[in-house]
Protein backbone atom coordinates (compact mmCIF):
# COMPACT_ATOMS: atom_id res chain seq x y z
CA UNK A 1 0.00 0.00 0.00
CA UNK A 2 2.80 2.07 0.81
CA UNK A 3 4.57 1.42 -1.94
CA UNK A 4 2.10 2.58 -4.06
CA UNK A 5 0.93 5.62 -2.75
CA UNK A 6 5.27 6.39 -3.00
CA UNK A 7 5.04 5.27 -6.73
CA UNK A 8 1.82 7.35 -7.06
CA UNK A 9 3.89 10.69 -5.74
CA UNK A 10 7.28 9.55 -7.82
CA UNK A 11 4.66 9.93 -10.84
CA UNK A 12 2.92 12.85 -10.02
CA UNK A 13 6.33 14.70 -9.42
CA UNK A 14 7.69 13.33 -12.70
CA UNK A 15 4.67 14.54 -14.63
CA UNK A 16 5.25 17.82 -12.88
CA UNK A 17 8.89 18.35 -13.72
CA UNK A 18 7.99 17.38 -17.26
CA UNK A 19 5.39 19.83 -17.58
CA UNK A 20 7.18 22.55 -15.98
CA UNK A 21 10.14 21.82 -18.42
CA UNK A 22 7.77 21.80 -21.03
CA UNK A 23 6.84 25.12 -20.38
CA UNK A 24 9.94 26.41 -19.99
CA UNK A 25 10.69 25.24 -23.13
CA UNK A 26 7.97 26.50 -25.09
CA UNK A 27 9.19 30.32 -23.93
CA UNK A 28 6.11 30.91 -21.82
CA UNK A 29 5.91 34.34 -20.17
CA UNK A 30 7.68 34.41 -16.18
CA UNK A 31 4.22 34.18 -14.49
CA UNK A 32 3.84 30.88 -15.88
CA UNK A 33 7.09 29.38 -14.87
CA UNK A 34 6.34 31.33 -11.50
CA UNK A 35 3.60 29.30 -11.26
CA UNK A 36 5.39 26.35 -11.27
CA UNK A 37 8.27 27.16 -8.38
CA UNK A 38 5.76 27.61 -5.66
CA UNK A 39 5.28 24.84 -2.98
CA UNK A 40 1.33 23.57 -3.68
CA UNK A 41 -0.68 21.02 -1.64
CA UNK A 42 -0.55 17.53 -3.15
CA UNK A 43 -3.02 16.59 -5.76
CA UNK A 44 -5.72 15.66 -3.59
CA UNK A 45 -5.66 19.21 -2.08
CA UNK A 46 -3.97 17.55 1.37
CA UNK A 47 -0.86 18.66 2.38
CA UNK A 48 1.83 15.69 2.94
CA UNK A 49 2.07 16.44 6.78
CA UNK A 50 -0.56 17.43 8.99
CA UNK A 51 1.00 18.27 11.78
CA UNK A 52 4.37 19.74 10.46
CA UNK A 53 7.66 17.37 10.45
CA UNK A 54 9.00 14.88 12.20
CA UNK A 55 9.87 16.63 15.44
CA UNK A 56 6.30 17.50 15.74
CA UNK A 57 4.66 15.19 15.34
CA UNK A 58 6.46 12.99 17.53
CA UNK A 59 6.11 15.68 20.29
CA UNK A 60 2.41 15.40 19.47
CA UNK A 61 2.11 12.23 19.66
CA UNK A 62 3.65 11.82 22.86
CA UNK A 63 1.81 14.22 24.24
CA UNK A 64 -1.36 12.26 23.84
CA UNK A 65 0.03 9.99 26.99
CA UNK A 66 0.76 13.18 28.84
CA UNK A 67 -2.54 13.46 30.11
CA UNK A 68 -2.96 17.06 29.20
CA UNK A 69 -5.75 19.42 30.75
CA UNK A 70 -7.65 20.92 28.60
CA UNK A 71 -6.39 24.32 29.11
CA UNK A 72 -3.45 22.88 27.64
CA UNK A 73 -4.53 21.07 24.90
CA UNK A 74 -6.36 24.36 24.25
CA UNK A 75 -2.93 26.11 24.34
CA UNK A 76 -1.20 23.65 22.02
CA UNK A 77 -3.74 23.99 19.24
CA UNK A 78 -3.54 27.95 19.38
CA UNK A 79 -0.05 27.25 18.84
CA UNK A 80 -0.28 25.07 15.99
CA UNK A 81 -3.03 27.53 14.23
CA UNK A 82 -0.49 29.99 14.70
CA UNK A 83 2.45 28.12 12.87
CA UNK A 84 0.11 26.60 10.25
CA UNK A 85 -0.45 30.34 9.14
CA UNK A 86 3.20 31.34 9.34
CA UNK A 87 4.09 27.94 7.02
CA UNK A 88 1.33 29.22 4.94
CA UNK A 89 3.14 32.72 4.67
CA UNK A 90 6.01 30.96 4.11
CA UNK A 91 5.32 28.73 1.59
CA UNK A 92 3.93 31.72 -0.25
CA UNK A 93 6.66 33.56 -0.16
CA UNK A 94 9.06 30.58 -1.26
CA UNK A 95 11.44 31.41 -4.29
CA UNK A 96 12.78 28.24 -4.25
CA UNK A 97 12.51 27.20 -8.56
CA UNK A 98 11.90 23.37 -8.51
CA UNK A 99 12.00 23.37 -12.42
CA UNK A 100 15.76 24.69 -12.02
CA UNK A 101 16.21 22.28 -9.22
CA UNK A 102 15.21 19.09 -11.39
CA UNK A 103 17.94 19.61 -14.03
CA UNK A 104 21.12 20.25 -12.64
CA UNK A 105 22.22 21.23 -15.92
CA UNK A 106 20.17 24.68 -15.52
CA UNK A 107 22.00 27.53 -15.27
CA UNK A 108 20.34 28.54 -12.47
CA UNK A 109 20.76 24.92 -10.49
CA UNK A 110 23.29 26.21 -8.11
CA UNK A 111 21.19 29.41 -6.89
CA UNK A 112 18.03 27.26 -6.62
CA UNK A 113 19.98 24.79 -4.98
CA UNK A 114 20.97 27.52 -2.38
CA UNK A 115 17.55 28.59 -2.19
CA UNK A 116 16.08 24.99 -1.23
CA UNK A 117 18.86 24.57 1.23
CA UNK A 118 17.85 27.73 2.68
CA UNK A 119 14.24 27.19 2.68
CA UNK A 120 15.15 23.84 4.33
CA UNK A 121 17.38 25.08 7.60
CA UNK A 122 14.58 27.98 7.81
CA UNK A 123 11.77 25.28 7.85
CA UNK A 124 13.76 22.81 10.43
CA UNK A 125 14.15 25.83 12.54
CA UNK A 126 10.91 26.40 12.74
CA UNK A 127 9.99 22.91 13.28
CA UNK A 128 12.27 23.09 16.72
CA UNK A 129 11.08 26.91 17.75
CA UNK A 130 7.21 24.82 17.39
CA UNK A 131 8.51 21.86 19.40
CA UNK A 132 10.02 24.03 22.03
CA UNK A 133 7.03 26.10 22.17
CA UNK A 134 4.67 22.78 22.81
CA UNK A 135 7.41 21.52 25.31
CA UNK A 136 7.07 24.92 27.27
CA UNK A 137 3.37 24.01 27.98
CA UNK A 138 3.77 20.90 29.66
CA UNK A 139 4.01 20.50 33.64
CA UNK A 140 7.28 19.91 34.86
CA UNK A 141 5.86 16.44 36.22
CA UNK A 142 4.88 15.99 32.30
CA UNK A 143 8.56 17.27 31.13
CA UNK A 144 10.04 14.40 33.23
CA UNK A 145 7.88 11.56 32.36
CA UNK A 146 8.48 13.15 27.92
CA UNK A 147 11.22 11.38 27.77
CA UNK A 148 9.89 7.83 28.96
CA UNK A 149 7.68 8.20 26.49
CA UNK A 150 9.83 8.79 23.73
CA UNK A 151 11.91 6.08 24.93
CA UNK A 152 8.53 3.98 24.91
CA UNK A 153 7.70 4.92 21.28
CA UNK A 154 10.84 4.17 19.88
CA UNK A 155 11.01 0.61 21.73
CA UNK A 156 7.83 0.19 20.25
CA UNK A 157 8.43 1.32 16.89
CA UNK A 158 11.89 -0.55 16.76
CA UNK A 159 9.79 -3.69 17.29
CA UNK A 160 7.29 -3.03 14.81
CA UNK A 161 10.09 -2.67 12.09
CA UNK A 162 12.00 -6.03 13.24
CA UNK A 163 8.89 -8.28 12.91
CA UNK A 164 8.24 -6.17 9.09
CA UNK A 165 11.82 -7.10 8.86
CA UNK A 166 11.32 -11.12 9.54
CA UNK A 167 8.10 -10.99 7.87
CA UNK A 168 9.43 -9.68 4.77
CA UNK A 169 12.91 -11.59 4.81
CA UNK A 170 11.07 -14.81 5.60
CA UNK A 171 8.53 -14.11 2.38
CA UNK A 172 11.91 -13.24 0.16
CA UNK A 173 13.62 -16.56 1.33
CA UNK A 174 10.60 -18.87 0.28
CA UNK A 175 10.24 -17.05 -2.95
CA UNK A 176 13.91 -17.00 -4.04
CA UNK A 177 13.98 -20.82 -3.12
CA UNK A 178 11.06 -21.42 -5.11
CA UNK A 179 13.03 -20.26 -8.71
Same mark, same amino acid.
Request: charged share 15%.
Given at each position: ?58 ? %?? @?????? &? /?? !? #? $? ?5 ? =? ?48 ? %?? @?????? &? /?? !? #? $? ?5 ? =? ?29
Amino acid at each position: MKLNRTLGLLLVATATVGAGAAVAAAGTTSSATAATTTTAPAPDGRHWHRHGGMLVGMM %LR @ATRQLN &L /TA !D #Q $QASIRSI =LSSAREQHKAAAASSTVDFTALANPGDPNYASALQSAKAAAAARFQSEVD %LQ @AQIYNV &L /TP !D #Q $QKKLPQV =LADMKSKAEQRRAAWLQQHQAGSSSASGSN
